[in-house]
Each structure stands twice: as structure tokens, then as C-alpha cells.
T-cell receptor, first 116, second 110 residues
């Protein structure tokens, strides 16, 4: 069964500082990988995804993530954080069955606080 | 930009009552999903639906739950007899390849 670990429950950074949110997954084959962001009281917005190909993927709002098969990781990065990035971030893995129908397994999330 | 919509945004019900949560997926998507998030916990998969039938369901999705696509646009989740532990945010998602989530319905069972 697939699983996702986000080791950091809460991270605080200063505005303008760089950010890295960690995600490790467990899955027997190459997975589909995703990062979603959730602002308070809101739904889940897709930041970026990895299906195949280039292991460094670019997303919205200046975020990027790198798939490292050897480390079973898919860490999210941003070079300069803005106050509006304060939210909860979820890493998710989908079973790569070669089809478009797959369930997502989510990590527990990392809450990001941005200090002015 | 097309988006998944969900109604109602909030619902309060008494234990034992039936609730129906509604979703309008993105129009050209073929795969539909329900997830839930209990307060303070992670998002959990409930069920996936394709070609008018359930393709996968979790152990959470017991006989109290059902899904239906009654027409060409709506996708519903019914909880037949709600329990206190059904209180959660319920998210609908649809996909052609990537899953896009609706804003959720917050269900409170009293």
C-alpha cells in the first residue's frame, strides 16, 4: 500500500526567505506525485505534479519540486516566500497504474507560517 | 477556468439523519472521487467512480455510504444514517488526468 510522510508538522519562515517542505513516499513503482495547498476554510489547490519525465517540475506561484527516486522524496521548494504563502501544504501520491483513475494518498500536511 | 463546485458549503444534521452532498465536476472529466478530512487530520480517500460504477472504495466507505451520478452533471455522496464520527469536510474531485478538488462541504453531525 502507498503512504506519504511529511516529517514537519509546522514550519515558520520569514518573508523573503527560502522554503523547503519535505515529502517522502512509499510505493512499489514510480508513482504519480502531487503537492496541494489549502488555505484556511478553503479547498485543495494543485501546486504541481509529477507523472514522468523531467524530475524537476515547476508549479504555480513560483513553487518547484524535485522527484528523487533514490530517496523516495518529492520535496517542495520556493526561493523567496511571500506572506500569502502561509497555508497548509499536502503532499500526495497516486498509484501509477498507467491509467487516469487512481486514488490519492495524502500526507498529514505541513502548516507554513510566514513572519513579516 | 473550469472548476469543481460543491453544495452545500456547510450542513448541520442530527445523528441518524440522511444527508446528500452534491458536486458538479468539471464538464469533460470522466473520473470522480470523494475524499474526507476530519478536523485536524489528513485527507482520506473514500471512493472513486468511473463509467457509472464504483471503481475503488476504502474501508471507510461502508454500507452507509453511496454515490450516484443521477444526470450528466451532478455527482452525489449519500450518507444514509449519519454518525457523530461522520463530521468532517467532504471534498469532491474530478479528473481527466489530474485531480481537481472542489471547495468542500463541512458536515457537522450533532
Amino acid at each position: 500500500a502507498q503512504s506519504v510522510t511529511q516529517p514537519d508538522i509546522h514550519i515558520t519562515v520569514s518573508e523573503g526567505a527560502s522554503l523547503e517542505l519535505r515529502c517522502n513516499y512509499s510505493y512499489g513503482a514510480t508513482p504519480y506525485l502531487f503537492w496541494y495547498v489549502q488555505s484556511p476554510g478553503q479547498g485543495l489547490q494543485l501546486l504541481l505534479k509529477y507523472f514522468s519525465g523531467d524530475t524537476l517540475v515547476q508549479g504555480i506561484k513560483g513553487f518547484e519540486a524535485e522527484f528523487k527516486r533514490s530517496q523516495s522524496s518529492f520535496n517542495l521548494r520556493k526561493p523567496s516566500v511571500h506572506w500569502s504563502d502561509a497555508a497548509e501544504y499536502f503532499c500526495a501520491v497516486g498509484a501509477n497504474s498507467g491509467g487516469s483513475n487512481y486514488k490519492l494518498t495524502f500526507g498529514k500536511g505541513t502548516l507554513l507560517t510566514v513572519n513579516p | 477556468e473550469p472548476e469543481v463546485t460543491q453544495t452545500p458549503s456547510h450542513q448541520v444534521t442530527q445523528m441518524g439523519q440522511e444527508v446528500i452532498l452534491r458536486c458538479v465536476p468539471i464538464s469533460n472529466h470522466l473520473y470522480f472521487y470523494w475524499y474526507r478530512q476530519i478536523l485536524g487530520q489528513k485527507v482520506e480517500f473514500l471512493v472513486s467512480f468511473y463509467n457509472n460504477e464504483i471503481s475503488e472504495k476504502s474501508e471507510i466507505f461502508d454500507d452507509q455510504f453511496s454515490v450516484e451520478r443521477p444526470d450528466g452533471s451532478n455527482f452525489t455522496l449519500k450518507i444514509r444514517s449519519t454518525k457523530l464520527e461522520d463530521s468532517a469536510m467532504y471534498f469532491c474531485a474530478s479528473s481527466a488526468e489530474t485531480q481537481y478538488f472542489g471547495p468542500g462541504t463541512r458536515l457537522l453531525v450533532l
